[in-house]
């Protein structure tokens, strides 16, 4: 049962032929070689289209690269075109703004209503003002009023020479005319007469002029206003600050009388009382104190008719005696201590308030005229001033006073504890 029987079994079992099973093999081979042939035809024409796919695909994105490059350069440009453009609009839109001012700066001056339209406005406010420069820079006489020195108003002729000087011509007055504020003259006496009658004549005239400036008064006919016209720039917070720094005084004045009576009598006062309590004249140290105001003496009489209390007692009595005059000596000195700290924040709101309606005026009429912007400004530094105005002497005046006032109390508790130091002294010499 080996091997040898085993292959002579198969043997026996096969009857084909050892040829027909090689030739089997053979056309096997040969048709599995032309499989893999194929397949390898194959796998190279699949990696041949791979390739190409590859290729192509890496050209498409090539292209989609170069069309984003373009497409952000496109996109970079029309931004700097927008930013171009709305620099151009902002320009435009302050151009606008500068231009609206101006004209509604030039209707102001010239009284008139302009037009809703720009370029009509534009046009009529040019005419206007060079009318108008036309008119004030004219050379010649024309019939017109104007202020004599006393304040009367004389119609006549006036002399203009351009925005230079004027004279003027009426009944029973001649001589140089200066502007008196509002586009109005005043003549001035005793000068000009002659420059006057010489041009009416057509003579060549000497001249004597007041030179000024069409917008401005001469420094004649202005006149200081004194406080109550600085109580009127003021405003309403200058006025508060002035009736302030006025019940400030008045507070400082009454509590300065008040401590100059607290410190009447002083050490001869104590030495007179402390001498007859010593020597066990309580009746005569009563006597002492009739008729005598004031905090001390208060307090020592309280301490004389409780000489004959025991000593804890006494040191009460003496206590509330001291108690119930401190808030005499102390009068008023809170409320100076609020008007120090109060004024200058008042002031501060005035300033800021002078502040506001100054940019007001500015918001209405612009910076073209300073006048209008004047009272704004002189109302937030008056304000000012009047806060420190007041501030400054009511803290002087409130420490003085503090420092006054300290004394007072001190020299209150050195006189009990003298008095009280006596009141012991002469029982210790009754007993």
């Known amino acids: 049962m080996g091997p040898l029987f085993l292959a002579a079994f198969g043997l026996a079992a096969d009857p084909a032929p050892a040829g027909s099973l090689e030739a089997a093999y053979q056309k096997e081979h040969a048709y599995l070689a032309a499989e893999r042939t194929e397949l390898v035809e194959r796998a190279a024409e699949l990696e041949r289209d791979a390739k190409h796919r590859v290729a192509k695909a890496e050209a498409e994105l090539d292209s989609l690269q170069a069309t984003l490059v373009a497409t952000s350069r496109r996109a970079d440009l029309a931004e700097d075109e927008f930013d171009a453009l709305e620099r151009e609009s902002s320009a435009a839109a302050d151009a606008h703004a500068i231009l609206e001012t101006t004209l509604s700066q030039a209707s102001d001056t010239l009284a008139v209503t302009p037009s809703s339209d720009p370029a009509v406005a534009i046009a009529e406010t040019f005419r206007l003002l060079a009318a108008q420069l036309t008119d004030q820079n004219a050379v010649g006489w024309r019939d017109a009023s104007f202020f004599l020195p006393t304040g009367e108003e004389a119609r006549g002729k006036v002399f203009r020479l351009g925005q230079v000087g004027a004279w003027g011509l009426a009944t029973g007055a ?215 105005a007041v501030a400054i002497p009511t803290l002087l005046a409130g420490n003085v006073l503090a420092t006054v006032g300290d004394g007072v109390k001190n020299s209150i508790d050195r006189a009990a504890l003298s008095l009280q130091n006596a009141v012991q002294a002469a029982r210790r010499d009754a007993s």
């Not at 401005?216 to 600050?241: D, F, I, N, V, Y």
């Not at 309590?277 to 020592?300: C, I, K, M, S, Y």
Request: charged content about 15%; hydrophobic content about 50%; proline content about 5%.
């Open 174 to 388: 001649a001589g140089s005319l200066v502007p008196a504020g509002e586009g109005r003259l005043q003549l001035r006496a005793s000068f000009g007469a002659a420059t006057a009658a010489e041009l009416v004549s057509a003579v060549p005239p000497r001249w004597e002029v007041h030179v000024f400036e069409p917008e401005r008064g001469t420094a004649e006919t202005e006149k200081a206003g004194g406080l109550p016209a600085l109580l009127r720039e003021s405003g309403s917070m200058g006025q508060l600050l002035f009736a302030l720094g006025v019940v400030s005084a008045t507070l400082a004045i009454f509590r300065a009388v008040g401590l100059a009576f607290a410190r009447r009598g002083g050490h001869t006062l104590v030495d007179a009382v402390a001498a007859q309590v010593r020597a066990g004249q309580l009746g005569g140290a009563e006597t002492v104190l009739h008729g005598r105001g004031g905090p001390l003496a208060r307090v020592l009489r309280a301490i004389v008719r409780s000489a004959a209390r025991p000593p804890a007692e006494l040191e009460r009595v003496v206590d509330e005696a001291i108690l119930k005059e401190t808030p005499g000596i102390d009068r008023f000195a809170s409320a100076l201590t609020v008007i120090t700290a109060g004024a200058p924040l008042l002031g501060l709101l005035g300033t800021v308030t002078g502040m506001i309606a100054t940019f007001n005026v500015i918001t209405e009429h612009g910076t073209g005229n300073p006048k209008l912007m004047s009272a704004g400004i002189a109302e937030a530094l008056i304000c000012t001033a009047f806060g420190l």
